[in-house]
């Protein structure tokens, strides 16, 4: 049978979350029905709106604008602060059920998945009826409600999941993109930023179908590797398939929440420095190489996306770490702000193991190792042990880079 993919997405997973959370525990108003969010402390970097009832939809509140924001629109707005241990709780809860339905599932954040219908296309009558199903017993069972996404390809998926809610199934195969996805304004497509969507907009691109019409080497030309997946995205073109393993990977990585969203390519590259920094730090610690290093972002409006590569030799290595996830970014990013970064290694092997040299990594005869713009991987080894050292023994601020130094003279001289 042809390729087809659920993607299913609970409906306000924080606040449908924490309302029922409230209810067990006696309470008698159902934060759903009522104009509600979920929001934070503003000084812990969480003052914004996390997720939001449909009533507070109707007042144009918005996931990840300001909490004050908010509450100008709605001066009745409830706001209720997050427990990411429930939310935890209901997720994996959630997980569980699907995965005794198949174990084909690629999780991709708390509240939504991936699932590969192949393996249980004989016990239903057709995907919607499984759709149907599967929406009934997570509502009966658990209290709160998903969307289901059908189509072959995941971004599609991904498209179909997000039309009508709440406690809808939507389908959006190849064949159906010009009359359900083509007419919607372009903002609406996956990975469209806001900036994306505004530079879009001066381009006289409107809708998702101008934008699946233009010219890709127009869009390349002006938003480079991003323009063409806009592209590929608008014509419902996504040769990735359903990864069980997707969260499965073992590996090492570290991610940080910005005090201020980032919003250059320099403050992003800065960030990331300092984050494979302290990656290559702990493989080196945990005697480990990387074979696998990919990047994550998460946006202010809280929507995160990866990418990742194998690298041609594993490393631990803090420069090839860097490099790698420079260029993974740059591909990645949006334009968008920034909110959180991270970077994770994964595809692990022992530091002492054989490994099979690159061409590319092999030193000739004829180069020069002891260059500066080429040092040697034993050189960039030794530099990294001798870091470790003097920072295991005089503290981890003691030493540091060149490239840090000059971070932070250029954001001085632009204070």
């Known amino acids: 049978m042809e390729s087809c993919i659920f993607h299913i997405d609970v ?8 309302a029922l959370e409230k209810l067990k525990k006696g309470d008698t108003l159902d934060l759903r029905t009522v104009p509600s969010i979920i929001g934070g402390d503003e000084k812990s970097r969480h003052g914004v709106v996390l997720a939001k009832s449909i009533p507070a939809k109707k007042y144009g509140i918005r996931t990840g604008e300001p909490v004050a924001a908010a509450l100008r629109k709605c001066p009745d707005l409830i706001l209720e602060p997050p427990d990411h241990k429930v939310y935890k709780q209901y997720s994996r809860a959630l997980m569980d059920y699907l995965h005794t339905l198949t174990s084909d599932i690629e999780q991709v954040s708390i509240d939504e998945c991936y699932l590969n219908f192949a393996p249980i296309a004989g016990r239903f009558s057709s995907p919607l009826e499984a759709a149907a199903d599967i929406r009934k017993y997570i509502r009966t069972r658990f209290g709160f409600t998903v969307n289901i996404g059908i189509s072959s390809k995941k971004i599609l998926a991904k498209m179909a999941s997000d039309m009508e809610k709440p406690d809808r199934t939507h389908t959006l195969f190849p064949n159906e993109i010009p009359k359900k996805m083509w007419p919607l304004p372009v903002d609406d497509l996956f990975m469209v930023g806001h900036a994306s969507a505004s530079r879009l907009h001066t381009m006289g691109i409107h809708t998702i179908g101008e934008l699946a019409h233009t010219d890709k080497t127009l869009l390349a030309a002006v938003f480079k590797s991003h323009g063409l997946q806009m592209w590929e995205y608008a014509n419902g ?21 910005l005090s201020k969203d980032a919003s250059t390519k320099e403050e992003i590259h800065s960030v990331l420095f300092s984050l494979a920094e302290t990656v290559s730090a702990r493989l080196r610690k945990a005697g480990q190489l990387a074979g696998t290093v990919t990047v994550e972002i998460k946006y202010s409006n809280f929507q995160s996306v ?3 590569t194998r690298l041609l030799t594993p490393s631990a290595s803090s420069r090839e770490l860097y490099q790698t996830a420079v260029v ?14 991270g970077i994770r290694t994964s595809k692990l092997c022992d530091q002492d193991a054989p490994i099979q040299l690159s061409i590319f990594n092999m030193e000739h005869p004829g180069t020069t190792s002891d260059s500066v713009n080429a040092p040697s991987s034993r050189k960039l080894k030794k530099l990294d042990e001798a870091l470790d050292s003097i920072r295991k023994r005089y503290g981890p601020d003691s030493v540091k880079r060149a490239s840090c130094m000059h971070d932070a003279e250029d954001k001085n001289k632009n204070q």
Not at 249 to 257: D, L, R, Y
Not at 328 to 334: F, G, I, K, T, Y
Request: net charge negative; glycine share 6%; hydrophobic share 35%.
């Open 11 to 18: 409906n306000s997973a924080y606040l449908s979350w924490s």
């Open 237 to 257: 073109i996504d040769l990735t398939g359903v990864d069980p393993d997707h969260h499965k990977a073992k590996g090492i990585g570290n991610s940080t929440t």
């Open 306 to 308: 990866s990418r990742q």
């Open 328 to 341: 993974l970014a740059d591909r990645l990013w949006n334009e968008d702000p920034v909110r959180l970064l």
